[in-house]
């Protein structure tokens, strides 16, 4: 049975050629003058992910599978991952069908494109980011690891729309030189206005990203664990490596309240679990809570930190499953 190609709008694949004698330095180059070229960047036993020449100077990712379900999947595990570690959201990236077959022809041509009618966008596919085709290699077990785990693609998909919602640059320099600075120098009148003002989104991009945290410790939590020891054991039992009271380092919860920018402040996996499941419970349900009449608990530090923190989640869920230093080398 033959397969389906689909080609990905949105990402253009550069060639990328090392600097000198340093491993980690390359220089990514268009195909220039070039005619045609056709490489297989990862290969699975359900799919295959080729750069192959249609438009323009560089390359384009072209998907193989044995259905749409398939290549919709991957499609998605493709797209999550490129926002959580290049933060390229783009939500008019598709995947258009090409009519040629992989068993008949190994030559792909740009008009053999059928989508509406045989009517394409051009444009889509040559603008976007750009991304060496050895960055896609290295990447080979974790594209594989987010298709097969929907445990993963659902984390990643909340996160996803937690950024679209109300973006979080979770870049740690950027973390320091700015972010920081700027939520701590806000005069008392501002703070107020803007968290008024964007409360809603607060709301829902905070909502997203717990919604995240539970899909990748594939726990629902409820309050009364807190209450008991119970919630120990089911944390302990989430991913390898997190346990119940490891510190996770924050980055800008009650940072209004700091005396000192550089001091590195820490709580521990479970307080910042029910802190952000009490207040998912008020951004979902409108509860209010007694100790919360005077202290709204959703502000816009509590939503930077939900999305960093589940981005810490991710990364040790994903370090649990396979070694990402080792892709870094290959």
Known sequence: MSNDLYIVT???ISKAT??????????????TNEDSNSEILIKDNSFKILNVLLVG???SLVLETKNIKTAIRLFESIKLLMAFEHEYYDNDMKILRLDSNSDETKTYKVYDLNHY??????TSLESGIVLGNSKIKQRGELIKLTFRDNRLRTALACFFQAQEIYYTNLVGSY???HSRPDIYMYEKDEYSFLNMMNYERYCASLTA??????AIMNVNFRERQFKSDEYKKVINNSIQGIKWDTSYLKAFHNLRYSDNLSKKSYTRVATMIKKL?????????????????RNNPI??????????????LIIEYIESKIDLKEEEVN
């Open 10 to 12: 949105g990402v253009r």
């Open 18 to 31: 090392k600097v000198g004698n340093l491993r980690k330095t390359e220089m990514l180059m268009p195909y």
């Open 57 to 59: 100077d560089y390359g």
């Open 117 to 122: 009618q045989n009517h394409y966008d051009r």
């Open 175 to 177: 973390i320091t030189s």
């Open 209 to 214: 990203a717990y919604r995240g945290v539970e």
């Open 277 to 293: 499941l009490v207040a998912r419970n008020r951004a979902g349900h409108g509860k209010l809570y007694a100790d919360q009449k």
């Open 299 to 312: 502000t816009m530090e509590l939503t930077h930190e939900s999305a960093k923190f589940l981005s810490f």
